[in-house]
Each structure stands twice: as C-alpha cells, then as structure tokens.
C-alpha cells in the first residue's frame, strides 16, 4: 500500500482505533494531520512515533487539538473543518458510545451523539468532497456501530445505533454519487475493540459478549482500513469486524 504524498487528516486519530489507523498510513508514507480531542504526552509520543515511521513529500505530520461540542459554529471555524478541505485521505473515527434506554435519553444526549456520530461526518464529508472532486481522487473511511449496517432495534443503545445507521445511508449516497470521479466511501463496524479508554472491568464484562470471548484488537481494524483505503473498487462498503457477532 502507498500513499506517498497523499493528504490524510485523521479525526480522533490520537487515541483508540484511530490511533492504529493514523500509524499504519504513515507507515504507507501518507501526509498526515492527526487531530485529538486533548494533547497528552501519549498524543505527542504518537506524533514522535509517526514522524519516525520515514520521509513522505509534505511538511508534516502535523497534529491540531479541538474539543468537539455539537456546535456547528464552533465547529466552521475550528482547524478540524480547514483541515478537511485540502484531505485526499479523510478518516473520520471518533464517535462517542451512549449505552441508555430511550426513556433515559435526554435532550442533551440526543444533541450530542447525533451531532458527533452523524451530522459532524455529514459535514466533515461534504467539506472535503469538493477538493477530492477537483484532484478526481479521495478515499473517505468512516466508522459505524456493532451492527448498523441496517435499520435494526437496539434495546441498549437505541440513539447511538440510529445516527450510525444513518451514516451508513451517507456512505452508500457518496460512493453512488462520486465514485465516478475517482472517490470511494466506505465504513467499518467495529465489535467491541480493546482500546486504551477502557476500564479493566468493562474490558472482562464486554469481552464475554462477543464470540470467541476476546476483544477486537485496534490493530486488527486498522488492517482492514488500510485495506479498504488501498483498493478502489471497494466502494459504498459496510464492512462488519465483530467476530460475526452482529453480520
Ligand atoms: N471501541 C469500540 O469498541 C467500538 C465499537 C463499535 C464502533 N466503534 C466506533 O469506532 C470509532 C472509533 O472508536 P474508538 O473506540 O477508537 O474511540 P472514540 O472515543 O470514538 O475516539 C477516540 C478519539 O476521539 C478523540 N475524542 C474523544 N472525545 C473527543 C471530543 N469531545 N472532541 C474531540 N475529540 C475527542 C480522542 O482524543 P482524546 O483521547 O484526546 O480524548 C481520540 O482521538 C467510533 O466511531 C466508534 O463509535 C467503536
């Protein structure tokens, strides 16, 4: 796989599996733009990590930290949407989990996980969709939930599960409408992953849901990313990693 000079910006690339997904494309020579929601010393060892992976064309990589609220206004003038616009590469991968019962949603829960998990991509997308149709080249990878490939009920998380199954609609509308000009959109639906955001005991508790009783590893997602990013006829994929627990 190479991307040598291509422009990738990796929303919440600094942690979890987009971390994994922002080192394997600068392992295949990406120009990379890593954003986080916070700067830590693991941020900075990441971006010390990337810049050590070898010389790719550009003068990155280049990190930018915005605290994303569900603010459209903060969200037009922040470095998140200026990056977007000049991305060959757009991996959009934070997506907050909100695991309650509809009659324990509130307002603010609602504002929150639609906006971070469905109109923040929407937007992300259409920002970066002109540059990419004007270069006729562009690989946009998002990231769905366990299982929403489709309409489905979800007892445990039904707000969470109906803005990813609306992403997956964004993902088929933009292959469907732009493939012809040289871009793919495609989204991956992880299973629970084993990410550093996990407590010893949800990592026990959610291992013993999914088959096998194991986690996903980050690795292991960012290995189909950077597959599905390499290969153009695939295109307006839903791709399930989750042990088959939800396919
Ligand atoms: N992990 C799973 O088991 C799982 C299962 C199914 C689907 N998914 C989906 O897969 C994608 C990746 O999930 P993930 O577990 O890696 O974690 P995630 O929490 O969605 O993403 C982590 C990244 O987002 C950043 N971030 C967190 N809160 C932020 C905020 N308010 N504003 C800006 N940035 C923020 C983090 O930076 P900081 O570390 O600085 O906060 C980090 O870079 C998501 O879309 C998720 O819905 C995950």
């Known amino acids: 796989m190479d991307f040598l000079g291509k422009k990738a910006v990796l929303i919440g690339g ?22 986080g929601g916070s700067r ?18 550009g003068d990155g990589p280049r990190s930018m ?6 603010d459209v206004d903060a969200l037009l003038s922040s470095p998140v949407y200026a990056a977007v ?4 590469i757009l991996c959009v991968c934070f997506g907050p989990f909100l695991q309650a019962p509809l009659h ?22 259409s920002a970066s969709l002109p540059g990419m149709m004007e270069r006729a080249w562009g690989r946009i990878l998002l990231f769905g939930g366990t299982g929403t490939q489709e309409a489905a009920a979800s007892r445990t998380n039904p707000c969470y599960a109906g803005a990813k199954t609306g992403l997956s609609s964004l993902v088929k509308s933009v292959a469907a409408e732009y493939a012809p000009r040289g871009i793919t959109c495609n989204a991956l639906l992880p299973g629970f992953t084993d ?7 949800e990592r026990d508790a959610l291992a013993r849901k999914i088959p096998g009783g194991s986690l996903i590893r980050p ?6 990313a950077l597959f599905v990013l390499g290969h153009p006829e695939i295109n307006g994929a839903l791709v399930n990693i989750d042990k088959g627990w939800k396919s």
């Open 14 to 35: 600094s942690g979890g599996i987009g971390r994994e997904i922002a080192l394997g494309l600068a392992g295949a020579g990406a120009d990379l733009t890593v954003h």
């Open 40 to 57: 830590s010393p693991r941020f900075d060892s990441l971006m010390e990590d990337i810049a050590a992976l070898g010389p790719r064309r």
């Open 65 to 70: 930290v915005f605290r994303i609220t569900p």
């Open 85 to 88: 616009a000049s991305a060959d």
């Open 104 to 125: 324990e949603t509130s307002p603010e829960d609602w504002e929150r996980i639609v906006f971070c998990n469905y109109t923040l991509p929407g937007i992300l997308v």
């Open 195 to 201: 990410t550093e955001y996990l407590t010893a005991e």
């Open 219 to 224: 690795r292991q997602i960012a290995e189909a």
